[in-house]
């Protein structure tokens, strides 16, 4: 098979949070190449600020606008937490905390889908309206002006899923913390579905980057790693090079 020959402005390996802020913010012809989500698709989804830097905070939230802001969450265990927080994790009053499938200490126990994981609920609800109705009636018996729920409620879908639940119950449904979380696969998928818009960028997945030589990045591609690959580039950058400083400078500092 004929290796693919590409080049570019910017390449950036890695698509995780960091790469995929580089790829946003970076201009010219950007590729990134993924081999997965990296630990974003894991994390509890909160971000906290590294220093004063209120330009990345602005671009951030204005590029995640109605997803992410400013604000305080609850984790699982009570713990508030302050930063960069979901929209849905933002909360008011003193909302009931509900435990799906588990029993925690000061959290309501409720069984839904019994046997499946956060994940797994977060998927089918994403897909099925039935479901979401289900969980309406389940969560109708819980007498409450508000409730906080563990982050079930769908990646692709989660806003239309918790406003039909809102209306559905007639009480404002929230979200708390925890990690590892359908939060941090929510955040990815969003920020792939901005970079998938975003013209001049293109995103290869399934890719294992394996030498830079000679000015060109290396690797193969494919479920099989059957089809090799060569990117020549003016700059390249790895999705860590600014994720440990913050993640969402991530492209500051790539030229």
Same mark, same amino acid.
């Given at each position: 098979?004929?290796?693919?020959?590409?080049?570019?402005?910017?390449?950036?390996?890695?698509?995780?949070?960091?790469?995929?802020? +580089?790829? =946003?913010? *970076?201009?010219?012809?950007?590729?990134?190449?993924? !081999?997965?989500?990296?630990?974003?698709?894991?994390?509890?989804?909160?971000?906290?600020?590294?220093? @004063?830097?209120?330009?990345?905070?602005?671009?951030?939230?204005?590029?995640?606008?109605?997803?992410?802001?400013?604000?305080?969450?609850?984790?699982?265990?009570?713990?508030?937490?302050?930063?960069?927080?979901?929209?849905?994790? &933002?909360?008011?009053?003193?909302?009931?905390?509900?435990?799906? !499938?588990?029993?925690?200490?000061?959290?309501?126990?409720?069984?839904?889908?019994?046997?499946?994981?956060?994940?797994?609920? +977060?998927?089918?609800? /994403? !897909? /099925? %309206?039935?479901? &979401? %109705?289900?969980?309406?009636?389940? #969560?109708?018996?819980?007498? +409450?002006?508000?409730?906080? =729920?563990?982050? &079930?409620?769908?990646?692709?879908?989660?806003?239309?899923?918790?406003?039909?639940?809102?209306?559905?119950? !007639?009480?404002?449904?929230?979200?708390?913390?925890?990690?590892?979380?359908?939060?941090? *696969?929510?955040? &990815?998928? +969003?920020?792939?579905?901005?970079?998938?818009?975003?013209?001049?960028?293109?995103?290869?997945?399934?890719?294992?980057?394996?030498?830079?030589?000679?000015?060109?990045? @290396?690797?193969?591609?494919?479920?099989?790693?059957?089809?090799?690959?060569?990117?020549?580039?003016?700059?390249?950058?790895?999705?860590?090079?600014?994720? #440990?400083?913050?993640?969402?400078?991530?492209? /500051?500092? =790539?030229?």
């Amino acid at each position: 098979m004929r290796a693919l020959e590409l080049d570019c402005d910017n390449l950036i390996i890695g698509g995780g949070l960091a790469g995929l802020t +580089a790829a =946003l913010r *970076l201009p010219g012809n950007v590729i990134l190449l993924s !081999n997965g989500y990296g630990a974003t698709a894991v994390s509890s989804g909160v971000f906290y600020p590294v220093g @004063e830097d209120r330009e990345a905070e602005e671009w951030f939230l204005s590029t995640m606008a109605g997803t992410y802001a400013r604000g305080k969450c609850l984790t699982i265990s009570g713990v508030q937490r302050e930063g960069m927080v979901p929209a849905s994790a &933002i909360f008011e009053g003193s909302p009931v905390k509900v435990a799906i !499938n588990e029993k925690r200490q000061g959290l309501m126990p409720m069984e839904f889908m019994p046997g499946r994981s956060h994940q797994e609920i +977060a998927h089918i609800l /994403d !897909n /099925d %309206d039935e479901a &979401i %109705d289900t969980l309406s009636e389940t #969560l109708s018996k819980i007498e +409450a002006d508000s409730l906080l =729920l563990p982050p &079930i409620l769908g990646i692709e879908r989660a806003e239309y899923v918790r406003s039909r639940l809102s209306r559905s119950l !007639n009480k404002t449904v929230y979200e708390y913390v925890t990690a590892p979380s359908v939060l941090g *696969l929510r955040l &990815i998928h +969003a920020l792939r579905l901005k970079a998938s818009s975003r013209q001049g960028l293109q995103m290869l997945d399934i890719v294992e980057a394996e030498r830079i030589a000679d000015g060109h990045v @290396e690797g193969r591609m494919g479920t099989k790693g059957k089809r090799s690959i060569r990117i020549g580039a003016v700059s390249r950058g790895f999705g860590l090079y600014k994720a #440990l400083v913050s993640g969402y400078r991530a492209g /500051d500092g =790539l030229e």
